[in-house]
């Protein structure tokens, strides 16, 4: 019985991470993990998912460092390992423990948003782009949480995709509108995650605008990644509007890339400039030309 973890090498949201797996069960596995302090939502399916900033402390903890293909190995042995097909599946569990932070109890519109996160035309808006604005979340506003609202708003921010600009985020908030006065919330809280929801058509919020900056830079956070993860956007970008010849893609797209460029600021908050500012720019002017 032991807990593995291997080099951090795996680059998201402006640091690296390391993955840590069990080689016996999960159960081992998360009461090692609560026992680090690691929060519930980093678990990804068969391993946890931690930034680099822990990796000195959880071998001191009692994790074993291993190489990634050794613990790719140690996974494999243990037979807890999701097979990549069943990946976007898996995600089902980590997204099933954030929802219940912010509203447990909730089962059946946990339900509803994955099914319709999850729908089959989706290639970049689906469940692991709704996983990667809620860590991108997490990651701007640490070591506090993100604020209620603001985390709602991601829930249904794509809720409804169909591939047609403000139509979809209009719809989106909508949606958000029924099911969460429905859910019982306050009409406050309500009108606010669907004027969140509202914003991410063109990522415009007021100077102040806390909330508001906090979901369109997490949104946006994909801009920023490295080169190889900023093409595998752009490519999954193309699929979902597969339904749109060529050449209507690429001037669309042109002119999608330019709005994002004349934004001034790109990213709202200190954060945020400070790990996907330069990048995105570079990310967007490459593309572009």
Request: aromatic residues 8%; contains cysteine; charged residues 30%.
């Amino acid at each position: 019985m032991a807990i593995y973890l291997d080099p951090p090498l795996w680059p998201a949201h402006g640091t690296h991470f390391s993955h840590l797996v069990s080689d016996t069960s999960l159960d081992e596995l998360h009461a090692f993990a609560g026992a680090a302090g690691i929060p519930e939502r980093a678990f990804d399916g068969d391993h946890y998912d931690v930034p680099e900033r822990r990796f000195d402390d959880l071998v001191a903890a009692g994790a074993v460092p291993v190489e990634a293909r050794v613990l790719v190995r140690k996974l494999i042995a243990s037979g807890l390992r999701i097979p990549a097909r069943q990946r976007n599946k898996s995600l089902k569990v980590p997204l099933l423990n954030r929802w219940n932070t912010i509203m447990d109890g909730y089962d059946a519109l946990f339900l509803d948003l994955l099914d319709r996160w999850s729908e089959p035309h989706r290639h970049y808006h689906g469940c692991t782009h709704l996983l990667s604005v809620l860590e991108a979340l997490d990651l701007l506003t640490e070591p506090a949480e993100p604020p209620r609202t603001v985390l709602l708003a991601a829930w249904f921010h794509d809720a409804v995709y169909r591939g047609i600009a403000e139509q979809d985020e209009e719809e989106s908030a909508r949606l958000a509108e029924d099911r969460l006065a429905e859910a019982g919330l306050p009409e406050a809280d309500v009108d606010e995650v669907a004027r969140l929801v509202r914003l991410t058509s063109d990522h415009r919020p007021e100077p102040g605008d806390d909330g508001g900056a906090l979901l369109c830079d997490a949104d946006l956070s994909v801009l920023g990644g490295e080169p190889d993860q900023y093409a595998r956007y752009v490519a999954a970008v193309r699929q979902d509007y597969a339904h749109i010849g060529d050449a209507d893609f690429a001037a669309g797209r042109a002119a999608v890339v330019r709005h994002l460029l004349e934004l001034d600021p790109l990213f709202r908050s200190p954060r945020a400039k400070a790990l996907w500012e330069d990048s995105a720019h570079r990310n967007l002017k490459g593309e572009l030309a």
